[in-house]
């Protein structure tokens, strides 16, 4: 339901939208933590971080948005955590398919296979002829004997 016609905003949401339950200062006390927590070489599952202190994981990237101090530290723990994850499943210490599956859906890892093939699509065989071309003998014999 709108707003009463005229009405002034709430304090806390003058360009719209519901207030904001945090602060900057809130935020900048949350990044300093933030970079302490991912200093422990145990952490790197930013969840744990987050619901430990009974804020909704999804805030963390949210916050990195919108406020510069928690983006920076945010940024910081996504490599510190990068590097655990594959140093983990390098040394044997994580289950190598859970690291995969961590660095792909984190990290935006994949496995590629690229396989570059040339050729013109009006005559598709081209590519192939062409290798060939003056190293075989000849396919089809012209001359009548």
């Known amino acids: 339901m709108p ?4 009405h002034a905003p709430y304090p806390g949401c003058e360009t719209g939208g519901r207030p904001k339950t945090y602060t900057k200062e809130y ?3 949350l990044a300093d933590e933030f970079s302490e927590w991912i200093k422990n070489e145990d952490n790197y599952w930013f969840k744990s971080f987050a619901l430990d202190r009974d804020i909704l994981p999804e805030r963390l990237s949210e916050w990195a948005r919108e406020n510069d101090k928690f983006a920076k530290a945010y940024h910081l723990a996504k490599h510190k ?10 040394s ?3 289950n190598a398919q859970m ?4 660095l792909a859906n ?3 890892w994949s ?3 690229e396989t570059t093939i040339s050729g013109n699509a009006e005559n598709p065989l081209h590519f192939l002829l062409s290798g060939v071309e003056g190293r075989s003998k000849d396919l089809v ?3 009548e004997d």
């Not at 707003?3 to 005229?6: D, F, I, L, R, Y």
């Not at 955590?81 to 390098?90: C, H, M």
Request: charged share 35%; proline share 3%.
């Open 92 to 94: 044997g210490k994580f």
């Open 3 to 6: 707003s009463p016609k005229g």
């Open 141 to 143: 014999n012209d001359s």
């Open 27 to 29: 935020l900048d006390n």
């Open 106 to 108: 984190c990290h935006k």
């Open 111 to 113: 496995e590629r296979s």
């Open 81 to 90: 955590q990068e590097e655990r994850i594959f140093k983990g499943a390098t």
């Open 99 to 102: 690291a995969k599956f961590g």
